[in-house]
Structures are given as structure tokens and as C-alpha cells.
């Protein structure tokens, strides 16, 4: 099958590396031509069909195929695959650039924004042809040619290096790997992470079951519970030491490849006439400017900072009481163990004892539930089946097939059974896997011009702890936060009901995107919430009072602290972009260890031993050509408006249908068809509280 196949659930495992390039390049071809056919109209007879309507479905074959190569190359990674995505993307990338510096389009487009069809839009078609001129402008319609060819040639060698970047990430992470053969060694490290650990052992060598050994990576389910709970120091300084060194090791060093991202971003903003790469990807977003959104972070800091001494303190002095030397510094790779011991001492609550109250199937059944009593929709699971790559097998009727046997599918329905979308599930690691949590679509429905409603299709993906010996796996309610928060970015892809596409679902500010999402978490923190999803996986037994409370008290814990980690990933963002000259073509070249320390200063927490920078693995802001570069403060900017929202609903009725129904309909719904803030205020009736984010975690001085 080829990827440009037009089925709503494609055959995957007929997608091969042999079949990228003829069918991206066929692609490419079919959407040049639709395209220059928009350019090329009788300037006479310009319509909204004719132009924007054109132009919103010029691509949609290649964006389908190459969004089907691009995630295949992120959940199934394989040597063979790579070589063919790569060998691709400069010339995905450089088409993508030169849609913008297409002359006889943006003539045209120009030309029907003068007339009176145009003039008379409104709603979201007025807002689609607002957003399409300025989409060009931001582009680089309007450079001189030369200019143009250069855009192309940054844009290109962009996409490039932040390709390397991922990879080196991905590479890096699955290239390390610890086996423990003394169990002494792992005192401290619950029973459901040695059972992990025992069970990773046995597939890497099963050749050697009955022998004693543990093996540990540095994807996070193996990773995070030996940072917080082994009590071996020596054995969390070598797996901490493992993560600190990603991405800036040969053969996976990213340190040299970002210096190079910095300078052609921008030198990319200042071609398009913006003194900052952050001024170029901001100014259409909530914060309008790189200075703007800088001013949010520091002021939050500004905000935290009492607390944020208090907790280290705290923290500090807890530790020397129990261990024996006065009070001081901690090291990087106690931190995490040291603030798990006094969360146990100060609130009597440790995170394992709601694992067997949080099975993902259990989760997964009741976040369903919940959605459908707040948002009136109904979720169906579908049977799926999994072929061997090249197996040229096909689904029986009924099934749908998937690229992994663990992936599941599901149809989300109106009350009155209209078909809204689907999504595969994919919530486990593996070493072809990249790590994070993300929501991605394959498909942007929505109702169409002939009054026809074409369902969406999405992903949501994790790396959430994996089944042990055949039993569902048993979650912390951590990770039961980042389903619920990808569930939020599906739902806004999944509800979406603007009939442009390019203003439909999650395609809205960036500092906006993460509303959906990060409201989605409040319910696990609730208790109304947590009745439908926390069930004992053997029992059913709803999770005890005693612990409920315990756990809700934990939300105010080293609040601060977890706080100030965002601000400070925002910072580095937000000053590696805003001083990229600085750092790239200044003599000599400053280093970026010592210039990101002294300007995060008081930002991180004092440690004994000087912990590298994140930078070398920070994806969100270097493995894409944008992504969440310059925008990391999105998620901290989203937090106010979330915790905000989420008030209206504490006041209504955490499951009231009418309150769900107005935010579907005034925020999920509408997408990009109107300015962002336009949709806050049309759900609350006023502007966002800026103290709400600080109210809900109990900092409020």
C-alpha cells in the first residue's frame, strides 16, 4: 500500500522504506501542481472556494503521507526507515518553505483579499484569510528573490539539524543500559520497579532467566523510581550521571548542534525582519514578543523565589538530620530520593501505595467515562490486529490494523451517534520508540462546505510503565496526569468543529494549546474525578479517604520548587533565542555551560556538584524546526489560564454536563476560528486571573 492511500485507518504495516521516496515524491508533485493551479486562475473569477478553499486542500495528500513517514519514524524507529525519512526531509522541508515564497500564489491571495467576496467573509472565513496573509508575510512572501532562495536553504539546513538532534537524543537513551546482579543493591526500590527491572533483564537475555540480574535504562519508567527510591547513593550517582551525559557524548553530541539551531533560527528571524528568532514565532502569539513572554517568567520567578528558598532549606536540613553531616548542598542525584523521603516524613504518603489502584485499562475505562458525562460523547474500543512490516496480510472486516501488538484503537461518538473521530493508543516504551508523552493527528475532519461531517483521527502516545509478567500495568498518578493531559490535546483535535482545516483542532497559539490539556489534569486531583479511574486492580475497591487526602496534600508539595524547574527551562528557552547572537557570534565563543549557569543562577536549586545544563536533551526546544522553541513558557503561561478555567467548574459541578457542554463549544470546538483570548473570555466572561496558578498550588503570600 502507499502511504498517499486515502483509507481513514491505513494497512501499516505495508508501509515500508522502500515506498517512502516514490510516494513522497508523487506527493510532492500532486501538491505543487494543485497549487500552481490556484496561482494561475482567471484573476477575474476569485472566489473562496477557488482560493482559500483550494488552498486548505492543496496539501492534504502530502501532509497525510508524510505525517504517516514522520510517525513511523518516531514509534518504530529502524535503521531502514531513517535512511529514508532523512533522505526525504530537505525535500518536505523545502517545499513546505518555498508554499510561502510562491509569487503567483501570494499574488493571487492578494488580489482576493481586495474584493468584495472577500471583504464580505466573516467568522472563520474572514479569520482564515486574516491568518493566510499573515501566514505569508511571517514566511517571507514579500522578500526579494535572492532572500527567498536563502530562507529556503535555512529553513532546509534547520530541519536537518534538528532531525540530528532527536535522533542523537533517541540514540543516546537506548544505548546505555545497567544491569544490577546483587539485589542488596536495590534496596529501597519498590516491588513493581524490580519487577520491571527483572523482567527487562530476562528479554534482553534469555539465555540467562535464572540468573540474578536487573536491568535499568534511562527511559523514564525505568529511570525515575531508582532516582526516588534506592537507597544505594553510588548507584544513583552512575545512573544519574548516564542521563546527565545525553546528547553530549560522541557519537550523540548535541552540544556542537546547538549553537548551530541558535545562529540559523536566527539568522532566519532577521531575513524575515525581526531582531529575534522569539519575536518572529511570538508576535501572533498570546505573549506578542519575546520580551513579553520573558517578562512572564521573571515575573513568576520573582513570585516563587521566597518559597522556592524555603523549600530548598527544608529539604537541605531534613537531609542532614537523617544522614548525619550539618546541613548543606545536596547532590543532583539526591535530590530526587531526598525529596520522595521527606514527602513520606512530612505527609505520611508514599506515591506506590496508589499504583494498585491505578491499572491503565481501570484508567483508561474511567477517563472514558468521565469525559462522556462532562463532554456528552460516547468512546468505543475497536478490535485491532498487528502484521509484521512487508507481510502484505490484511485486517479482517471489523479490525483495524496497528503498527505495534500493544496499540489500541477507539471511535469517539456524539450523543445522537455522529461519527467525530478515532485515535490509536500507544502508552509503553521501547528503544524504537522516542520518549515523552505527545498527542499528534493523522486527520483534520470537521463539518465541509456540502454539509457533510468528515471524522478526525489522532494519536496519543506515551512511555508510561510497562505490564509485568502478563498483568496490566500498574501507573503512578503521575503518569495518570499525562494521559489525562494528552487526552485534553485529543479531545481539542477530536471535537473540533470548524470547517476550515487549518484553523481547526489544536492548530492555535502555542501558548494556548496547552489549556485543553492541562485542565484535562485537575480531575485526577479531585475527588469526583479520581471515583472514576482509581479502582484496586484485583478488588475494585475505590481508592481509601485516608490516602485520597494524603495524595491532595502532596499538590502543595515543593510546589515551589517544581515551578521554578518550568520558569527555568522557559528562561533557557527564552535566553538562548533572545542572545543567540551573543552566543554564536561573539569572539570568542562564550560557554554555553557557564553563560546558561550564570544567567539561571537563581532559578536552580544549590547543589555539592555542579549538574551539566539540560540543553543537550531539551527536545521540546531543539528537535524540531519550531516546535516549543521560544515557546517553552507555554506551559507555564497555559497553567494561569487552566487553573482559571477550571475554577468555573469547581463553582458549577466538577461532572455538570452544561459547564462541560460550554467549554466544548466555546473553546474545544472552535479552534482557531477566533483570537485565543476572545475564547477565554467567551467561557469565563473575563479576562484570565493572573494569581490562579498560584492560588491552586497554596503560594499565594
Not at 27 to 48: G, V
Amino acid at each position: 500500500m502507499s502511504f498517499l492511500a486515502p483509507d481513514f485507518t491505513p494497512a501499516w504495516s505495508r508501509f515500508t522504506a522502500d515506498r517512502v521516496e516514490p510516494d513522497i515524491i508523487a506527493a510532492l508533485a500532486d501538491a505543487q501542481a494543485r497549487f500552481d493551479a490556484i496561482a494561475t486562475q482567471n484573476p477575474a473569477n476569485l472566489t473562496y472556494a477557488s482560493v482559500l478553499g483550494a488552498f486548505d486542500e492543496a496539501a492534504a495528500t502530502l501532509d497525510r503521507a508524510w505525517t504517516r513517514v514522520q510517525h513511523l519514524d518516531t514509534v518504530c524507529n529502524a535503521p531502514a526507515l531513517r535512511i529514508a525519512h532523512n533522505a526525504m526531509l530537505p525535500k518536505v522541508t523545502d517545499f513546505y518553505t518555498r508554499i510561502y515564497l510562491h509569487e503567483g500564489l501570494w499574488k493571487v491571495i492578494q488580489a482576493y483579499a481586495t474584493t468584495p467576496n472577500a471583504r464580505a467573509l466573516a467568522g472563520a472565513r474572514r479569520r482564515f484569510l486574516e491568518e493566510t496573509l499573515a501566514d505569508f508575510r511571517d514566511s517571507g512572501a514579500e522578500l526579494p528573490p535572492a532572500d527567498k532562495k536563502e530562507l529556503e536553504r535555512l529553513n532546509t539546513e534547520i530541519s536537518a539539524n534538528t532531525q540530528k538532534f532527536s535522533e542523537n537524543v533517541l540514540d543516546a537513551t537506548n544505548a546505555w543500559e545497567l544491569v544490577v546482579t546483587e539485589e542488596g543493591r536495590l534496596i529501597g526500590l519498590p516491588e513493581s520497579a524490580r519487577a520491571a527491572a527483572r523482567q527487562s533483564f530476562q528479554q534482553k537475555n534469555p539465555d540467562l532467566t535464572a540468573q540474578p540480574g536487573w536491568r535499568f535504562t534511562l527511559h523514564a519508567p525505568s529511570y525515575l523510581p531508582l532516582m526516588k527510591y534506592a537507597q544505594d547513593d553510588a548507584l544513583r550517582r552512575q545512573v544519574w550521571q548516564a542521563a546527565a551525559n545525553i546528547g553530549r557524548v560522541a557519537p550523540h553530541d548535541n552540544t556542537v548542534l546547538i549553537p548551530k539551531i541558535l545562529e540559523l533560527r536566527h539568522a532566519k528571524a532577521r531575513l524575515l525582519g525581526r531582531a529575534q528568532f522569539a519575536d518572529l514565532v511570538l508576535h501572533r502569539r498570546m505573549a506578542k514578543s519575546g520580551a513579553g513572554a520573558l517578562t512572564f517568567i521573571e515575573k513568576l520567578h520573582d513570585q516563587l523565589v521566597p518559597a522556592f528558598l524555603r523549600e530548598q532549606r527544608d529539604l537541605e536540613e531534613f537531609k542532614g538530620t537523617r544522614s548525619g553531616p550539618p546541613p548543606g548542598p545536596l547532590e543532583p542525584w539526591e535530590t530526587l530520593f531526598w525529596s520522595e523521603q521527606l514527602r513520606q516524613a512530612k505527609l505520611d504518603f508514599d506515591e506506590e501505595l496508589l499504583r494498585p489502584y491505578l491499572p491503565i485499562e481501570g484508567v483508561l475505562c474511567g477517563l472514558f467515562k468521565l469525559v462522556e458525562t462532562i463532554f456528552d460523547v460516547r468512546l468505543v474500543a475497536r478490535p485491532t490486529v498487528y502484521f509484521e512490516p512487508g507481510s502484505g496480510e490484511v485486517a479482517p472486516a471489523g479490525t483495524v490494523e496497528v503498527w505495534h501488538p500493544e496499540v489500541k484503537f477507539y471511535e469517539l461518538h456524539d450523543k445522537d451517534g455522529r461519527h467525530l473521530g478515532s485515535f490509536y493508543a500507544d502508552w509503553h516504551p521501547r528503544e524504537s520508540k522516542r520518549g515523552g508523552a505527545w498527542m499528534n493527528y493523522f486527520e483534520t475532519g470537521g463539518p465541509r462546505p456540502h454539509g457533510k461531517f468528515v471524522p478526525h483521527l489522532g494519536i496519543i502516545a506515551g512511555n508510561l510503565t510497562a505490564p509485568v509478567a502478563g498483568q496490566q500495568a500498574l501507573l503512578t498518578h503521575d503518569e495518570v496526569c499525562t494521559i489525562f493531559h494528552e487526552f485534553g490535546h485529543l479531545l481539542h483535535h477530536l471535537l473540533g468543529e470548524v470547517e476550515v482545516k487549518s484553523l481547526n483542532g489544536v492548530r492555535v497559539t502555542w501558548d494556548f494549546v496547552e489549556l485543553p490539556s492541562q485542565i484535562m489534569e485537575n480531575w485526577v486531583w479531585e475527588r469526583a474525578g479520581l471515583d472514576f479511574v482509581a479502582r484496586h486492580h484485583e478488588t475494585g475497591a475505590p481508592l481509601p479517604e485516608e490516602i485520597f487526602k494524603k495524595m491532595r496534600a502532596t499538590r502543595s508539595f515543593l510546589a515551589a520548587t517544581g515551578m521554578m524547574r518550568m520558569a527555568a527551562f522557559s528562561k533557557m528557552d527564552l535566553d538562548a533565542h533572545l542572545h543567540a547572537d551573543e552566543l554564536t557570534k561573539r569572539q570568542p565563543l562564550p560557554d554555553l555551560e557557564v553563560w546558561l549557569r550564570t544567567r539561571l543562577a537563581s532559578y536552580l536549586p544549590r547543589y555539592h556538584t555542579e549538574p551539566p545544563s539540560f540543553a543537550p536533551r531539551f527536545t521540546h526546544v531543539f528537535s524540531e524546526p519550531v516546535g516549543y522553541a521560544a515557546g517553552y513558557y507555554s506551559y507555564k503561561w497555559a497553567e494561569v489560564l487552566d487553573a482559571d478555567a477550571f475554577t468555573r467548574f469547581q463553582k458549577e459541578g466538577l461532572l455538570n454536563p452544561a459547564t462541560g457542554g460550554d467549554f466544548r463549544r466555546k473553546v474545544l470546538a472552535r479552534g482557531n476560528s477566533a483570537p485565543p483570548e476572545q475564547l477565554f473570555r467567551d467561557f469565563m466572561g473575563r479576562d484570565p486571573d493572573p494569581s490562579a496558578d498560584l492560588a491552586r498550588c497554596g503560594l499565594l503570600s
